[in-house]
Structures are given as C-alpha cells and as structure tokens.
C-alpha cells in the first residue's frame, strides 16, 4: 500500500505544502524548473494526491492545528477567540489538540499533528524544552509546515515565529511598583513545574529585589486551586511577614486573596496583591485584581496573521515579535 504523502513529496522536493498542491492543481503559476522537480518526486514516491490535497491549492481546506496546555484555562480561551477571529476571516479551519505533562504523549500528539496533514501550527503550550523545541523544528524544517509559538518562548533559539510580552521586563516593573508602594515583605508565587515564561518572571523579580536590597521569597505551588489553597493556609499563618505578592496566574492571585482573607488579613491595607494576566478572574474577584495585562487575544491574531504569511510563503523577517503590556491597578493594590 502506497504510504507517500504530500509531507514527503515536500520534503524531498524541498520546497511548501503550497507548492505541492500547485504544481497539482495550477501548474501554471509553478516555475517550470520547480515544476518539474515536484512532478519527478511525485512519480518517484508514487504518491497519489488525495481529496485533501488538491484543496489546498484553492486554499478552501486549509487547517491550523492548535496546541493548548488546557482549555479551561481563562487565558486559553480568549487567545483562541484571537485566533479564531482571524482564522475566519481567512476561511481557515481550526484543529485543537492538548496536551498534557507526559513529554511521550506529547511526542505522540506531534506525530498526529503531522498525521493530520495541517498547513501550520500554532503552538500554545506553557513549557517548551530542548527535546520539544527540537522537535518542532523538526516538523518545519522536515516536513515543511510552519509553525508559530504563541505566548509562550524558548529564549535559546530564534529559528520559530514567536509572539509573546517581554516577561522578565513585566515582572521588574511590577515588583518595583510593589517596592514602590513601600512594600518591603515581597512574595512571588510561582508554579511548582517549570515553565519558561515563570523563569523570565522569576528574573525580573529577583532583579529588582536585589537593587532595592530586600530578601526574595519564592514561593513554588500548584496552578490546581484545590491544592494551592491548602498550600497558602499552612505556608502564610498568622506571623507569616508578607506585605506584598506577585502571582503568576490571575487564578493563583485570588485564591491566596481568598485565603488571607479567610485570616483576616485585609487586602490591600495588609497586603497588596497582583496578577500576571488580567483574565475574567481580575474583574470577577473582590477585591478585584491588580495586575500585568497580557494581550492574550492580541498575541491570538497576531500568531496567526504571521502563521497565515508563512502558510503563503512569504518569510517573517521578525523572529522574535515582543506586544506592549501594561499594568492595571484595581482594588487589590494601593
């Protein structure tokens, strides 16, 4: 059974998915000398252009696959209402695939990815590692599909279009408001599992910590309410000098407002409290949040305005594509 598919008609060729689906559907607007290279790989491979195939030429099948962390997450789901907004107006297709902490699964997610024969990838996930950045590259430069990270960054490399706020920077001006604010007992309340973007604002705190010689307190705790709760009641008792925290999910801020005010602590005459993403949790808790604003569904279109440019053929000069954040001061700060 013939086994050949368009991704290793690419490969071989050495040139796009689009390209491909060209030299099949509209030969003429394919350069005779890439025409015919294409042409000889197909009757080398023996591969057999499916239904799928041939829409891609017509751009009416074009589909994005989508790797998220979690859909339930509040930030998720206003970045895929971005790309969902611009994946419209374009007629593109939407596949949503999440993953989870098992890098074996993932491995096996990505070989689906490539299995469902999508045009690009917008990659959401939290965590990217060597072994996942590897293997990303490996699917653009391999199989030639383009791939956008979003939110999300692996500072090491600027091979992959990347979307995201300057974290660390986020992080230094947030905890210098807090110093700022005379502030001197300053916790940052972090995730337990690594993530990058947590590391870069783990920097900007410990940076400006540093300079205005105050002793950092880092807390590592659960993104899962249920379990951080727990956490804050035991970890912040009632002798426990706290004057300031920095959280980095809206989610974990409020469950620790929560907590301390359970104890008593008043938020923000005790304690001023921030976020790091200014989801539907900042509005809806009381006192409601102060926090980073995060343009999640800004970063949503414009992963995939970059992603579509890619898709056409067209080369994103900017690696490294850095929005604007801003801080948004509510009740839970002075």
């Given at each position: 059974m013939n086994k050949a598919t368009i991704y290793?008609?690419?490969?071989?060729?050495n040139v796009s998915l689009a390209t491909v689906s060209r030299t099949l559907n509209n030969p003429q607007k394919v350069k005779p000398e890439t025409r015919d290279r294409v042409l000889r790989v197909i009757k080398e491979l023996g591969y057999k252009p499916n239904a799928f195939a041939k829409g891609?030429?017509?751009?009416?099948?074009?589909?994005?696959?989508?790797?998220?962390?979690?859909?339930s997450r509040a930030s998720v789901a206003e970045m895929l209402n971005g790309i969902a907004a611009v994946s419209h107006k374009y007629s593109y297709s939407l596949l949503v695939f999440v993953m989870n902490d098992d890098n074996q699964e993932e491995a096996e997610i990505l070989k689906d990815v490539v299995a469902s024969q999508v045009d690009g990838i917008l990659y959401l996930n939290d965590e990217i590692n060597e072994n996942q950045y590897s293997m990303l590259n490996v699917i653009q430069d391999e199989y030639k599909v383009p791939i956008v990270l979003a939110n999300t960054l692996y500072p090491y490399d600027n091979k992959l279009v990347t979307v995201c706020i300057d974290y660390f920077k986020a992080a230094y001006e947030l905890t210098t408001h807090l110093i700022n604010e005379g502030r001197k007992n300053i916790f940052l309340l972090t995730t337990a599992r690594k993530y990058m973007v947590n590391d870069l604002k783990e920097e900007g705190y410990l940076k400006a910590m540093k300079e205005a010689h105050l002793s950092p307190n880092i807390v590592r705790t659960s993104g899962d309410i249920a379990v951080n709760t727990v956490h804050f009641n035991e970890l912040f008792k009632e002798k426990t000098l706290v004057d300031?925290?920095?959280?980095?999910?809206?989610?974990?801020?409020?469950?620790?407002?929560?907590?301390?005010i359970e104890k008593g602590r008043k938020i923000p005459e005790d304690i001023s409290v921030y976020g790091f993403q200014n989801t539907k949790y900042a509005s809806l808790s009381r006192p409601k949040l102060s926090c980073v604003d995060i343009p999640v569904a800004?970063?949503?279109?414009?992963?995939?305005?970059?992603?579509?440019?890619?898709?056409?053929?067209?080369?994103n000069e900017i690696k490294f594509n850095v929005l604007p954040h801003n801080i948004v001061k509510r009740q839970s700060s002075k």
């Open positions: 290793n008609v690419a490969y071989a060729a891609l030429a017509s751009k009416k099948s074009t589909t994005v696959a989508v790797l998220v962390p979690d859909m300031g925290v920095i959280a980095v999910r809206d989610s974990i801020a409020v469950s620790f407002i929560n907590s301390m800004e970063i949503g279109q414009k992963a995939m305005e970059l992603l579509k440019r890619e898709i056409d053929g067209e080369v």
